[in-house]
């Protein structure tokens, strides 16, 4: 159930590089959001002349929702502006989530940039619920910089495995190439495993290649310019297969923004 919600602004820290972070007190919102779902956010600055913008939620516990977010244009730049204490108007929790790995399987994560956030709050979900599987995380980022929120993910009990194109940190090159080769190294013990992934277009297609190659499930969360949230505008449009296979225009924000990858069509 989705709630229109005055939140106040808990914290609003530098996460570096350009990142924030932000905690809003959600008692309505937080208790319902789960893993890949997503909030819109009123941003105080700019509440009487522009729209909502949406936000991946990096965490939901005890009343409280937070945010990950890189400063990239003027919405962000405004937010980024809110003092703790503030009042925000948020909507959510917005749009379909990651569903938990079967039984006995690895969840496998799949990150870039601040496509780590959904994942974050998969791992933490993962670990307040018990489950017996450590999550692996392979993050990746045009430099050490990009790396963000692994000494979380490694707080949460996941093994973090990084990659930087520059070689910062990490592995040196695209992540995908530790990647092959943990899921060589899973496939060759016959232990089960679930692919999860958020990023930048070139990865999730990657990810989600390889989970139709292999044979296992895959959740892919997609990045579209959202404008409306709810569905009504249709400007968030990923393609997808229907039933019969044909193709069909999915909007991200209500079919998404978490797509199985035998769903997803790339271009």
């Avoid at 005890?62 to 108007?89: C, D, H, N, W």
């Avoid at 990746?140 to 929120?149: H, N, V």
């Avoid at 943990?182 to 297609?205: S, T």
């Amino acid at each position: 159930m989705k709630h229109d919600e005055t939140c106040r602004v808990a914290s609003h820290v530098d996460a570096g590089a350009g990142y924030k972070r932000i905690v809003l007190e959600a008692p309505a919102i937080a208790p319902e959001t789960r893993p890949g779902q997503f909030v819109h956010v009123r941003v105080p600055a700019l509440a009487d002349t522009d729209l909502r913008r949406p936000f991946s939620v990096f965490d939901a516990h005890g009343g409280k929702i937070e945010i990950l977010y890189k400063v990239v244009g003027r919405g962000t730049e405004a937010f980024a502006q809110t003092p703790p204490g503030a009042e925000v108007s948020v909507l959510g929790p917005l749009g379909r989530g990651f569903p938990a790995p079967a039984a006995g399987a690895t969840a496998i994560l799949v990150g870039g940039g601040y496509g780590v956030a959904p994942l974050h709050f998969l791992a933490r979900d993962l670990a307040r619920s018990g489950s017996a599987q450590r999550p692996v995380v392979f993050a990746g980022g045009r430099t050490a910089a990009d790396l963000l929120a692994v000494e979380d993910f490694e707080a949460a009990g996941a093994r973090c495995i990084l990659a930087t194109e520059d070689g910062s940190r990490g592995a040196k090159g695209f992540v995908t190439g530790p990647l092959d080769a943990a899921l060589k190294e899973f496939r060759a013990a016959g232990r089960p495993f679930e692919l999860y992934a958020c990023g930048p277009d070139g990865l999730l297609k990657a990810v989600t290649e390889r989970a139709l190659e292999l044979g296992v499930p895959g959740w892919i969360s997609t990045d579209r310019h959202m404008v409306c949230g709810v569905g009504a505008c249709f400007a968030c449009i990923q393609k997808t297969r229907d039933a019969s296979g044909g193709t069909v225009n999915s909007r991200c924000c209500i079919n998404g923004p978490v797509f199985k990858a035998a769903e997803l069509v790339w271009d």
